[in-house]
């Protein structure tokens, strides 16, 4: 079977919205029931969890914006190439985590999952549009 990329690349931004949403809203209005719930434990910062979820607010806020471009691929590249990046270094932030200090809770686990999603298929999709 064919992968059609273009299909891909809506997917890659309506599954990134939807986490971003989730996510970014869960962190920024209630990280102390986000904490709770993942079982966060020591490593309990609400501000850096709003910080977190600011961020992610604001980098939904800029997908929202370039969704109009998705069919103009250079519009987007460096957007996308951006998300893979930043997927990748969580994963590589969640990996010292659970080496250095041995966080292995429930929320690390879901965004080491999420995070490998978005990087592998971000990844395929600049490998399929750059051939």
């Known amino acids: ?33 986000y904490n709770a719930i993942m079982d966060g434990g020591i490593y309990f910062s609400p501000v850096a969890g709003r910080i977190i979820g600011a961020i992610f607010i604001a980098w939904l806020v800029i997908m929202i914006m370039l969704y109009k471009k998705l069919d103009n691929w250079e519009k987007i590249e460096e957007w996308v190439l951006f998300s893979v990046m930043a997927n990748i270094l969580m ?31 971000g990844i395929h999709i600049i490998m399929q549009k750059r051939k």
């Open 1 to 33: 079977m064919a992968f059609d990329v273009e299909k891909e690349i809506k997917i890659f931004w309506i599954v990134g919205l939807i986490v971003l949403i989730f996510y970014g809203l869960w962190l920024f209005i209630s990280y102390e029931s």
């Open 91 to 121: 994963l590589i932030a969640f990996i010292i985590g659970i080496i250095m200090y041995k966080i292995l809770i429930v929320g690390t686990i879901i965004a080491i999952i999420v995070n490998l999603f978005f990087a592998v298929l």
